[in-house]
């Protein structure tokens, strides 16, 4: 089983549509919880970070879950230029924090 | 304000070649990373290094080394290259002690890399 899960879509959804993405970890040890957001050829690059109390930014909100060990990523009124795909990452306790990145989970947005 | 550089951007090799893929970054970064990304993989960590000096493996090291030459320079050096190892290649960088944004990576361009 690996590390970090998504459900690696596509999510197909008209502009102005509400989409959700899920994205489940196996270490109950992690201990910092990223979004990131990757063009198509492209390098991935912060979207947000996920915080335990949740946390939104403009028409993005992130969730936490401990006990069930996911994170969620919530995206209202979307964009034609939200179509991308998008990357939740982990990070383990101590040190450098490597980064596990789960497989990506691919938004297209139509008109 | 260049970031994160990694060179060659693209690069054909032969069973069994070996080559050098270069990256640097010019934010005095302690950490560093290089990753690869495949479909339905996503991206996974070759090797990294917290600071200068230091390199440790991380999920998939096997046929890689790395070299971290000084603070900013990290490479990733293919010493037989296999068609396992067509992939796209993800430098990256962390600044593990400024607390603002030590939790940010930032990667380079990618370096497109198929081996025939």
């Known amino acids: 089983r690996k590390e970090v899960e998504q459900d690696p879509g596509p999510f197909n959804v008209p502009e102005g549509a509400t989409v959700a993405f899920n994205c489940t970890y196996s270490n109950s040890a992690s201990q910092s919880f990223f979004w990131y957001r990757q063009d198509c050829r492209k390098e991935p690059k912060l979207l947000m970070s996920?915080?335990?109390s949740g946390n939104e930014d403009g028409r993005f909100t992130a969730q936490l879950n401990r006990a069930s060990q996911y994170i969620s990523l919530l995206i209202r009124d979307s964009k034609l230029s939200d179509s991308a795909t998008y990357l939740c990452a982990v990070s383990r306790s101590g040190g450098y924090n490597k980064l596990i990145f789960g497989a990506g989970t691919r938004l297209a947005v139509h008109p | 304000n260049a970031g994160v550089t990694q060179t060659p951007k693209f690069q054909v090799l032969k069973t069994g070649q070996s080559m050098t893929l270069q990256c640097a970054q010019d934010m005095n970064h302690n950490s560093m990373y290089w990753y690869r990304q495949d479909p339905g993989m996503g991206l996974r960590l070759i090797y990294y290094s917290a600071s200068e000096g230091t390199t440790d493996k991380g999920e998939v090291p096997n046929g890689y080394n790395v070299s971290r030459l000084n603070k900013r320079e990290f490479s990733l050096r293919l010493e037989s290259a296999a068609p396992s190892q067509t992939s796209v290649y993800f430098c990256?960088?962390?600044?593990?002690?400024?607390?603002?944004?030590?939790?940010?990576?930032?990667f380079g361009e990618g370096s497109w890399l198929t081996v025939v």
């Open positions: 990256a960088s962390r600044d593990r002690n400024n607390p603002l944004s030590g939790n940010t990576i930032y």
């Open positions: 996920v915080y335990s």
